[in-house]
C-alpha cells in the first residue's frame, strides 16, 4: 500500500494523476456538450434528455461520486504541483508546462482551474441543487439565461474552460508519451480543435436560449 502512495505522489505519479483525471474530465465536457445540443430541439427534446439522464438512478450517482472523487485529485494535485514549482522558482516563473513555449493558456493554468472550480460551484447551485419540483430544468435554464449577467458570465467562463482545456489537453498527452516530434503537431491541433468546440459549443447556447425565450 505504501509503495502505491509512494508511486502516485512521486512527480511523475503527481502528473499521471494531473493527466488521467483531466482527460476524463475533457470526456465528461464532451458528453455534457453532446446532451445539451439537445437543447436546440427545443424545452421537450432537452427535458426528455435530462429525464433520461435522472432514469439511471443509482449508476448516476456512481458517476457523480467518481466526478467529486477525480475533482479533489485534480484539484489538489495541480495545488501541490503549483506550490512545487514556485518553491522551485522564487522569482515566479512558472514551470508548469513543458517544452513548447509559454502560451497564455499555460501560463494562466492556476488561475482558470480556480475560475473553473469556482464556477463549477456556482452552477451546481444553479442548475443542479433546484427545486425541480414544478419547473422543468428548460425552464429553469431559460430562466436563468433571461438574465445577460448570466449569459455574460457564461461566455466568460466558456473562453476560460477553453484556454484551460487547450493547455491541459496538450499536457496530459505530452505526460502520457506523445512528446515526439512527429504527433507534435497533430496533438497541438486536436488541443486547439477540442477548446474551439468547448468555446463554441457551449458559448452560443446561453446566446440561443436568450434569442429564442
Ligand atoms: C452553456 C453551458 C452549460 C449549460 C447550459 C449547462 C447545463 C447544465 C444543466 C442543465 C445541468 C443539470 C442537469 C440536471 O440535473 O438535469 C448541468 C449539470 C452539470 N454541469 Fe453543466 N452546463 C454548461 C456548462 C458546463 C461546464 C463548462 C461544466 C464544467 C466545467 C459543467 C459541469 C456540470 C456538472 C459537473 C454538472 C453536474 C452533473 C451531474 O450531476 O451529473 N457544465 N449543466
Same mark, same amino acid.
Given at each position: ?9 512521486? &512527480? =511523475?505519479?503527481?502528473?499521471? *494523476?494531473?493527466? $488521467? ?11 455534457? %456538450? ?18 433520461? %439522464? ?12 467518481? %466526478? ?14 503549483? %506550490? ?20 497564455? &493558456? ?14 463549477? =460551484?456556482?452552477?451546481? #447551485? ?10 422543468? #430544468? ?12 448570466? $449569459?455574460?458570465?457564461? #461566455? ?27 504527433? *507534435? ?11 474551439? #468546440? ?10 440561443? =436560449?436568450?434569442?429564442?425565450?
Amino acid at each position: 500500500m505504501i509503495w502505491i502512495k509512494q508511486a502516485l505522489w512521486s &512527480s =511523475i505519479g503527481k502528473k499521471l *494523476m494531473m493527466a $488521467v483525471t483531466g482527460l476524463a474530465f475533457i470526456g465528461f465536457l464532451m458528453a455534457h %456538450l453532446a446532451g445539451n445540443l439537445t437543447i436546440y430541439g427545443g424545452g421537450e427534446a432537452f427535458n426528455a434528455y435530462a429525464e433520461k %439522464l435522472h432514469s439511471l438512478g443509482p449508476l448516476l450517482i456512481v458517476f457523480e461520486l467518481g %466526478l467529486v472523487l477525480f475533482a479533489g485529485v485534480h484539484i489538489t494535485t495541480g495545488i501541490v504541483l503549483f %506550490l512545487q514549482n514556485q518553491q522551485a522558482r522564487p522569482t515566479g516563473y512558472s514551470r508548469y508546462e513543458s517544452s513548447g513555449g509559454r502560451t497564455l &493558456s499555460s501560463r494562466t493554468m492556476p488561475y482558470t482551474g480556480l475560475i473553473i472550480l469556482g464556477f463549477v =460551484i456556482f452552477h451546481l #447551485i444553479n442548475f443542479s441543487f433546484v427545486d425541480k419540483a414544478d419547473r422543468t #430544468i428548460y425552464q429553469i435554464v431559460s430562466a436563468a439565461f433571461a438574465n445577460p449577467v448570466y $449569459v455574460i458570465i457564461y #461566455i466568460a467562463v466558456m473562453i476560460i474552460v477553453a484556454l484551460h482545456v487547450r493547455h491541459g489537453l496538450w499536457s496530459a498527452f505530452q505526460t502520457l508519451g506523445g512528446n515526439h516530434p512527429k504527433y *507534435m503537431p497533430a496533438i497541438m491541433m486536436l488541443s486547439v480543435a477540442i477548446g474551439l #468546440i468547448v468555446a463554441v459549443g457551449f458559448g452560443f447556447l446561453p446566446i440561443y =436560449i436568450t434569442l429564442s425565450v
